[in-house]
């Protein structure tokens, strides 16, 4: 129905999550799936690039909160990168930039993870 | 009562007048020792008997359908008999002097001897026709039965001819009908379609026993010669019934000749054959299972068991693959592809062959969506590194389900002979996988239109619940005019507001927006609803409140879930404007200098912890002036979007109000609803849509 993409990388044992296109209530399983697979290979130091996403919904945003806890707790994080002014707003609104690290570009985060380890 | 009556009564007449017949026989035999034949129609006198007897035997026989047992029938009674006259013509014996043409019985003996040795010959001369008349006409073609019933006629054609006929004569006539009796035997005999459809094991039985009634009737055959003691007593009784014997003992005798060798013959076959109806069989079952789809579980354990038996496997499993979408629903950690049913192979060893190797059968069958055989599993490229199995495998067989060309699963076959499965198997194997295929894909429709009914039934259920939940009135106070105008995109809706008087003084007034949708959004704001009727009034600092509602919604909202919401309180009195944010749209004040959105600080319930949300949360206070207004909205609005994805947005909505802004509550409502609905071009909302109005008039 609606083209959600999701891509994989790994810099310097970094999980990085490219997402494309609109995540909402259809995709935000897969997306859940995601973190998911990483979580489960012990992998605790996600960056979420948003530079191609254009749509977010509550469900999506709901992925970040599910996993933060479980991240964070095993001392690593999700850091949230280059998103686009409007999607920037949507975080903004709930309060997520209180929350998470929300970070201009996916170079900073990635700085900021390898000075943190 | 009376036909039946009348029917027995017959059956009796039917014996006693053919008993009476032969004993009419039998005095005329002994009066014929002393005087010479005292009447000339004797023959037909004792004919006349045995029709007698025949129609009570008629009036008897059940038609049994089963040419194995009429066989065995014959075997029996032609056992019996062969005792009778070896006892009763060879131990016991009989003497006549041959005198002209006829044979003269030396005692009476001989008489009673030869006659008991005739009736019994005769009767079971009968049965023995009418026994082979069930076995030629079992699967009976258009000409079947016509051609039996010459066959009689042509036995009794040259029965009747030789009527009065001395022992040793001949008659052209008899001899001719006797011969063409002997051509249409041929004609009957080669009738066997029963030998195809027996079993192996049935097979070998008709063979024993063929031969058995070959050797039994050569022995009549022999004891019964016209120059023996027994021939000789038939002679005496009647030429004719000699006739009849013999034409009987030779039909029995090239029957049995041609349906033993016929079964010889069919024996190399018989284990394709038997194979054939198996494989017919179970697609038959298999045709009815696609009616029993009700029952998932039974339906695969059906498959695999069937599997065993069409191609004789050793062991057989069925795993299904998981429709994309039921995928989605699935959490992570479960695969979609499961193991539904096995038979004689247990769960590790198929794990292990699925998951011990880059190349798996699996995956090579999801790939090509083709049949995969492997002859010989320990030499086999593919298969050679699969040992540590518990199971021992020669060959195995794995073939794709595809239905409505999605492939649905994959059933596997495995026998412990290498080379296995031939080509026939896998064609049977693959024919019988399409059948569970449309089984399979079937029983996942009806499971779905019963979810679906389900998930209906659910909604209503929300639907009416949320329905209760919205104001069902709008306060009335003097000098305010609030509008509300909200709409849920789909059947229920994450939106919620409410209003509430704390005292004479204070209005609160709620707007929020419950993550997600359906019945969870409305359990949740079911609950909202509770959280709000009981501390709005305990905590009139929205602050206050707000803190207080993310703790009491913390405990129980699930962690991917969240509540947006604005908490505000108005003054009646005074026109003071009191809110708090927790993560929802900011609301617009509109006063006459200035629309401009108000955004205290303020993270969504449910999202972080208490101490966090207590750390952030700001209160906001304003003064409204006669004519200034309060929009409060939910994400509908700034997100209402083109079918392009262009979103209506802020600026948008601040403009629409702008221009607005002296109207009154009713009008700036309207103006921004029809200034979305131009936007999005009449496209159907895609998300709940809640706009409140608060008019402030008072100088």
């Known amino acids: ?117 | 009562m009376n036909i039946k009556l009348l029917q027995r009564f017959g059956k009796i007449f039917y014996l006693i007048t053919g008993f009476t017949l032969f004993m009419i026989g039998l005095i005329l035999d002994v009066i014929g020792k002393n005087v010479g034949p005292v009447f000339a129609q004797i023959d037909l006198i004792k004919i006349g008997a045995f029709v007698a007897f025949y129609l009570f035997i008629q009036s008897y026989w059940k038609r049994e359908s089963i040419p194995l047992k009429r066989l065995t029938a014959i075997l029996i009674l032609g056992t019996v008999v062969l005792g009778i006259s070896l006892l009763l013509a060879v131990a016991i014996g009989t003497e006549f002097e041959f005198k002209g043409s006829s044979l003269i019985p030396n005692n009476y003996s001989t008489i009673f001897i030869s006659n008991a040795l005739a009736v019994i010959i005769g009767v079971a001369a009968i049965i023995f026709i009418l026994l082979l008349r069930d076995i030629l006409v079992y699967k009976p073609r258009r000409y079947t039965k016509r051609n039996f019933l010459i066959l009689v006629i042509g036995l009794l054609a040259a029965t009747f001819s030789a009527i009065n006929l001395n022992p040793y004569e001949s008659r052209l006539v008899t001899t001719i009908l006797f011969g063409i009796f002997v051509l249409l035997i041929l004609i009957n005999s080669f009738r066997m379609p029963w030998i195809v459809f027996l079993k192996k094991r049935e097979k070998v039985l008709t063979i024993v026993f063929t031969f058995s009634t070959l050797v039994i009737f050569t022995a009549l055959s022999i004891i019964f010669q016209d120059n023996s003691s027994a021939g000789k007593s038939i002679l005496y009784f009647s030429h004719s019934l000699k006739y009849f014997v013999d034409g009987t003992f030779l039909f029995v005798l090239l029957y049995s000749l041609i349906a033993f060798l016929s079964t010889i013959f069919h024996l190399p076959t018989s284990d394709t054959f038997d194979r054939k109806m198996s494989e017919v069989a179970s697609l038959h079952n298999l045709s009815k299972l696609v009616t029993q789809v009700l029952d998932f579980n039974e339906l695969v354990d059906s498959v695999t068991g069937m599997t065993l038996q069409v191609c004789e496997a050793k062991s057989s499993w069925l795993e299904i693959i998981q429709p994309a979408e039921k995928l989605k629903n699935l959490k992570p950690e479960q695969s979609g592809i499961y193991v539904a049913a096995q038979k004689n192979i247990s769960v590790p060893d198929i794990d292990h062959i699925n998951l011990s190797s880059s190349f798996t059968l699996r995956s090579s069958v999801i790939n090509d969506r083709k049949p995969v055989m492997i002859d010989d599993f320990k030499n086999d490229t593919r298969t050679q590194h699969l040992n540590n199995l518990e199971s021992k495998f020669g060959s195995i067989l794995a073939v794709p389900l595809i239905a409505r060309n999605e492939l649905v699963g994959i059933l596997y076959a495995t026998k412990e002979t290498e080379y296995g499965f031939d080509r026939e198997d896998l064609e049977v194997i693959s024919a019988f996988a399409d059948q569970a295929a449309v089984a399979v894909d079937n029983s996942r429709l009806i499971e779905k239109s019963f979810e679906r009914e389900r998930l209906m039934r659910e909604m209503n259920l929300a639907q009416e619940m949320q329905k209760k939940l919205r104001p069902q009135t709008i306060p009335n106070i003097e000098h305010i005019e609030l509008e509300v105008f909200s709409s849920p995109a789909f059947e229920v809706g994450g939106d919620y507001y409410d209003f509430m008087m704390i005292d004479d003084k204070r209005l609160a007034i709620v707007i929020g927006d419950v993550s997600g949708k359906g019945v969870s959004a409305a359990f949740y704001m079911a609950e909202m609803k509770g959280i709000f009727q009981s501390l709005c009034k305990i905590y009139p600092s929205p602050k206050d409140f707000l803190v207080n509602a993310n703790q009491a919604i913390s405990s129980s909202i699930d962690k991917r879930s969240f509540i947006s919401l604005i908490y505000a309180v108005l003054n009646i009195e005074t026109g003071v404007v009191t809110s708090a944010r927790a993560g929802h749209c900011p609301f617009i004040l509109a006063k006459e200098s200035d629309v401009s959105f108000v955004r205290p600080n303020g993270i969504g319930l449910g999202m972080g912890n208490s101490e966090l949300f207590t750390k952030y949360i700001q209160e906001s206070q304003t003064q409204l002036n006669s004519g200034d207004a309060v929009i409060f909205y939910t994400d509908g609005i700034t997100e209402a979007h083109t079918k392009d994805g262009d979103e209506f947005g802020y600026s948008r909505l601040l403009e629409a109000i702008k221009n607005n802004r002296d109207n009154s509550a009713i009008d700036i409502r309207d103006a921004i609803i029809s200034s979305v609905n131009k936007y999005m071009q009449n496209q159907p909302p895609h998300d709940d849509t809640t706009l409140i109005i608060l008019k402030w008039l008072r100088n």
């Open chain 1, 1 to 117: 129905m609606t083209n959600f993409k999701i891509n994989f990388r790994e810099s310097s044992n970094i999980q990085i999550i490219d997402l494309k296109g609109y995540l909402d209530a259809h995709t935000a399983p897969d997306f859940e799936n995601a973190i998911q697979k990483i979580i489960n290979n012990k992998q605790y130091n996600i960056i979420v690039n948003c530079k191609n996403l254009s749509y977010i919904s509550s469900a999506g945003l709901g992925v970040f909160m599910a996993y933060i806890e479980e991240v964070r707790k095993n001392k690593g994080d999700i850091k949230i990168t280059n998103m686009s002014s409007k999607i920037y707003n949507v975080f903004d609104i709930l309060g997520f930039p209180l929350l998470y690290e929300i970070m201009n570009t996916e170079e900073d985060a990635l700085k900021k993870f390898t000075k943190s380890v």
